[in-house]
């Protein structure tokens, strides 16, 4: 049997993931503790295991392992942490660098938005524990498990659960080392999510050009510079793989030119494995456009969104820089209406 424990990354989260392994091999037997983000990962995890049972752990669930675990109308848990903490702690204790660790905390409440409010779901927050040893029993009566009180105590205790309030003397201080452009990145990226937890809208995503990346040798650099364009046709920008909840998406490009840019051929395009959207741009001159392009994500969509500016034949000069991308929910085409422009086409 597989058991999912879903949540942001931090130490609350691998606190969820171990505790329910520990439950879980008290009540059932042999469990494996396994990360899990795909259904792939699921299946190879699932052949390759001697253990009767996985808890997966999963911090950046695909939208199709989303779907099946919905569908499987299963009791799994979903650990909430603070989005600012998550950060912290990839950084701190991951060694990510600030833009992996926003891709990935981006990624993540992507998934929660999804997930939060799925039937069978047990969302647990840090900040409403008082004692950890209640916690281990709420996941050990949502999961099914026969654990005796005793039992639990000592799995609850046996590990800390190890996160402060985003208030505490470390968070201030890590948010308080970061510069200001540094804090932009987290405000378009990740801060949206935190205030859809709060009030149940999402507003724009913002992501800046330290999140995509500019091809190079022996590695790719961050596109927060200006790109001589002069060479051959190429990928100029591509990034930033950060996932989206499923939906309509709106994205504007702002991206500018040089005047000795004009007359050339540019695409953008957003992919996720394929092509989502696409557009061709012909800058005139020195000029600064905001492109938009329209897209949506269904369950379908396996990978994380990327967008991509292309030029399209050899340029001999000229130069281009990226502003920032943001990305908007806009609403669906109604149920009805798609319905019967479709019977009206077929007819």
Known sequence: MIFFSVGLPGRFAEWCDDVAAQLVAHSLGAVELV??????????????????????SARQPALRLQTEIRRANRPFLIALGDPRAAL?????????????????????????????????GLALSYRD?????????????HLG?????????????????????????AEAAWWNELDERERALI?????????????????????????????????????NRVIDITGRARFLIYGPYIS??????????????????????????????TQLGYTRVEPTGAQVLDVDLQFTIDNSVDHPVEIRITNERAAFDGRLVLGYVTITPRAMVRGETQQELSRLLSA
């Open 35 to 56: 990360a899990l983000n795909t259904l792939e990962e699921v299946a190879g995890a699932a052949t390759r295991t001697s253990a009767a049972h996985l808890v997966a």
């Open 88 to 120: 912290r702690h990839l950084m701190q204790h991951r060694g990510h660098d600030l833009p992996a660790a926003i891709r990935a905390v981006a990624s993540s409440c992507a998934a929660m938005l999804t997930l939060a409010t799925t039937p069978g």
């Open 129 to 141: 524990v008082d004692e950890p040893a209640d916690v281990a029993r709420a996941i050990a009566d």
């Open 145 to 169: 498990l026969a654990v005796k009180d005793d039992e639990i105590a000592a799995i609850a205790s046996a590990a800390s659960l190890g996160e402060e309030p985003a208030e505490d003397d």
């Open 187 to 223: 405000e378009g990226a990740v801060q949206p999510y935190v205030r859809y937890f709060q009030r149940g809208e999402l507003d724009a995503l913002t992501w800046e050009p330290e999140l995509f990346f500019i091809p190079g040798t022996p590695t790719p650099t961050p596109a």
């Open 244 to 273: 989206l909840p499923p939906g309509a998406w709106s994205a504007r490009v702002v991206v500018g030119f040089s005047a000795e840019a004009a007359g050339g051929s540019f695409v953008i395009e957003v992919t996720a494995s």
